[in-house]
């Protein structure tokens, strides 16, 4: 069975954070207290699947979760990596034959109910349901990675939030700074561990993203275009993965964003300055309501149909900074 791992602090306290299994609607403390996830997988593991319910004392609601990845790890993220956001935006997959890498800042980490401010500069907010990945140890030249083996280098699943800043990623070219921004990477609620025989369900991960009671992302983790085990192989190629590290693997249709039909990209392409291309895309994006605004609610979840996997839910308010 998956094992549900939470950080949390006691509610109303500026207590120390500590770890804890999540069975139900209590939690197992751990008696260790590393400081990094990194720390806790690496060095922990066995203890972990140890853990048994009857050891759960404490009541879920009288605790404040905190966002299971730590901020010192590593946040890596793969874009334009599911078929129907290809197909949505006019494209074709096949025109995509590369896997899309890049990070963001992991001090934009934050718990999956905590209020996210989006800047005042900020008018076009966008939200990415994705599936994360944390690895369980250390990636480094060499390592092959294949759907079988998984669970030898992954330790869990985890939901993801990429919000991203439209208005500063495009026209500046900038996916770091306009995904970066303090707040614009909810993590969990929880770490879903996962045996290596659960590992072979990831393609069944069913993710839901709803802005106001209003569905707009619904989709299988099936529709990945390139997969875990894949993009692991070729990460081992480019640069150390430590134990504990988040991998966002991209987000499905429905964002806010939309990208312009082909006629439209081509006359923009080639009869339309950058500067002006850019004013058209923000004037028509600040009419489309989709975006984010002070006061929006997000709920998040990701699950298999039968719930054998379940990662939980998210909650997220929009505020003003």
Known sequence: MPLTIVRFVEAGTASTARWGVQFGARIAP????????????????????????????VP????????????????ICQGVNYRSHVEESGLRVE???????????????????????????????????????????DLTAGAKVD?????????????????????????Q????KGKSYRGFGPVGPGLVLLTPEEWARWP????????????????????????????????AAMHDVQAGDLIATGTPAGCAVRAP?????????????DASKWRLFIRKSLANPAYLRPGDR?????????????????TTAITTD
């Open 95 to 137: 025109d995509f034959p590369f896997n899309t890498i890049f990070t963001k800042a992991p001090s934009c980490i934050t718990a999956a109910d905590a209020p996210v401010a989006r800047p005042r500069h900020v008018q076009l907010l966008d939200y990415e349901i994705e599936l994360g990945l944390v690895m369980r140890r």
């Open 147 to 171: 759907a079988a083996n998984l669970g030898a280098w992954l330790a869990g699943v985890t939901i993801v939030n990429d919000l991203s800043a439209r208005d500063v990623q495009l026209p």
């Open 60 to 75: 879920v609601e009288s605790v404040r979760l905190l966002a299971p990845v730590t901020q010192n790890q590593q946040f």
């Open 298 to 314: 997000l709920n998040l979840s990701i699950r298999t149909d039968d719930g054998a996997i379940d990662l939980g839910q998210q």
């Open 261 to 273: 039909g082909r006629l439209a990209m081509f006359v923009l392409r080639h009869f339309v300055s």
């Open 173 to 176: 070219g900038q996916f770091y």
């Open 204 to 235: 069944e991960l069913h993710m839901r993203l709803a802005v106001n009671g209003q569905l707009r992302q619904d989709t299988y983790c099936r529709d990945m275009i390139h997969a875990p085990a894949a993009t692991l192989t070729e990460l």
């Open 30 to 57: 751990l008696s260790m207290q590393p400081q990094t996830t990194g720390e806790l997988l690496a060095e922990h593991w066995d203890a972990l699947w140890q853990v048994a319910p009857s050891q759960a004392t």
